[in-house]
């Protein structure tokens, strides 16, 4: 046991001494296992061979993940990012209580600290990218496959009416993934999506842990705090079961995407005018006649092999879609049209790609 400097019980021998570990039984825990057995290898792999580093703020969400990956054996590991955007008094608050609920369920506990300050560009997109390379060089470490985090189904809601606000297109409102390959090996998986907010509270409240509250969850000025705030309560009110709805339909609009990427990667794999040069040429009848849906990929996937995925961010459904209509516009009679670090040429019947 930890002691504190007086010798009484530390903070996390009372939450050793309070905590109830879920068991399989508890509905919410049983939706949550077997959603992160289904992202892992399904019916054919053994949950030795399926170890996780479960990515813990010590908020509600998270945690609710921990306590259930806690119930099957071997338990997970887990890892705490600690960055610079909060106070650091409250940081290293946040990360004592996580250390205490491991200590509690008994699982290892990593901690890794990244800098957004000196990252430049946007913050938040700074501290995801950061966040999610230090959770993957601890999988890497500890030889673990999965890493999970606790995106769930009200997280979905709001992502999809954000980029609805936005204007995204198939791939945009597809939201959250619910598993996506990070490299060498490892894999980030969200086995929390069919599961709401308020369940992940009430499994952490049966369980008798005492989460962290964020307060910059709290920030209205960001437009997912607002719509958390002003929205969700009244779409709530409205219906109940919002959120696992969305996630239904963003799990439906992933798949069509799929399909849509997959007709894209046959177009550009069977033009016979094929790649030469560092640069793509397709027929320009056959491009003009896609859909618009299938066009968005195509050329976000020209672009990435062309460029990289250096200004990607910048192609949206909206800017994309006005390229395209501006080459239907522009006929076979040629033309040349920009877009981020990409350059189109309309000649003798045919759409050259290059680098600008």
Known sequence: MRASYDGTMSD???????????????????AIVASWRSLTGGSATRDDG???????????????????????????EVCHVI???????????????TRDLCDALGVAYHERSVSIATAGGNAEASARTLRYGALEAVARERGLRYIATGHHADDQLETLLMRMLRGAGVRGMA?????????????????????SHQDARALCANAGWEWNEDATNRDEDRLRAALRARVLPALREIEPAAGPRAARTAASLASADAAITRWADDVLGSTALGEHS???????????????????????????????????????????TDLFRGVCGAGRRGGSFEVAELELRICEGCIEFCKK
């Open 175 to 195: 939201g959250i993934s619910d598993r996506r390959a990070m490299g060498d090996g490892v894999t980030l998986v969200r086995p929390m999506l069919g599961v």
């Open 83 to 97: 960055h610079d955007m909060r106070p650091e008094h409250d940081a290293r608050r946040d990360a004592e209580r």
């Open 50 to 76: 399926r170890r996780t580093l479960v990515a813990c703020s010590g908020g509600a969400d998270s945690s609710a993940l921990l306590l259930a990956l806690a119930a099957v054996s071997p338990g997970p």
């Open 278 to 320: 560092g640069s793509v040429r397709l027929e320009y009848d056959m491009f003009v006649e896609l859909p618009d849906s299938v066009m968005v990929s195509l050329l976000r996937r020209i672009y990435t092999r062309i460029v990289g995925k250096k200004g990607l961010d910048r192609l949206s459904q909206a800017v994309l």
């Open 12 to 30: 996390a021998d009372h939450a050793k001494a309070r905590i109830v570990k879920p068991t399989r039984r508890d509905p919410v825990v049983r």
